[in-house]
């Protein structure tokens, strides 16, 4: 999630992401033994995903060289920079607004119902509280409470169909 984002990294990574035309979606750390993976999601300000190849491996070299300059990862690490692709991350509000009405992945902080995980539709979000219809009814889920959140692509005929 965004507002998970070490301080000190989003310090360094975002006036760079923001330079070069894009924001900042989120930046995960998968931990352990080193090498550990960076990865950096960026989009474009209209949040359409259309972040091009040429873009992320620009944007990898500046910020690789910044993390390394400012040491801010204490570990061997391997850096990726994407568009948020097919499995789209939602960690700001915006994402969530823009996601109402399409199919969601929901992880919680703390149980619901005595659950933490939800799939469903997203159905609104209204006050920061995520309104989500999943199979057995309606769950509310506070914005501060989401640890993870991925809206799920619906594949279609026409996403297989022979292009003319």
């Not at 359409?48 to 993390?67: F, K, Q």
Request: contains cysteine.
């Amino acid at each position: 999630m965004y507002r998970d984002i070490p301080e000190e990294i989003r310090a360094l990574v975002e006036p760079i992401v923001r330079d070069h035309g894009f924001e900042l979606v989120d930046v995960d750390q998968r931990r352990g033994r080193a090498p550990w993976a960076v990865r950096v999601i960026v989009d474009t300000e209209s949040g359409d995903g259309r972040v091009g190849v040429d873009a992320c491996a620009r944007l990898s070299r500046e910020i690789g060289t910044h993390l390394d300059a400012g040491d801010v990862i204490p570990s061997r690490y391997n850096l990726e920079v994407s568009s948020p692709g097919l499995d789209r991350v939602l960690s700001r509000e915006k994402d969530f607004q823009a996601a109402i009405g399409s199919r969601i992945k929901l992880d919680t902080r703390t149980p619901i119902d005595g659950r933490k995980r939800f799939t469903g539709v997203l159905v609104s979000f209204v006050g920061d509280v995520a309104c989500l219809e999943v199979d057995d009814g309606e769950v509310e889920v506070p914005f501060a409470d989401v640890s993870r959140a991925n809206r799920i692509y619906e594949f279609t005929r026409d996403d297989f169909a022979a292009q003319a």
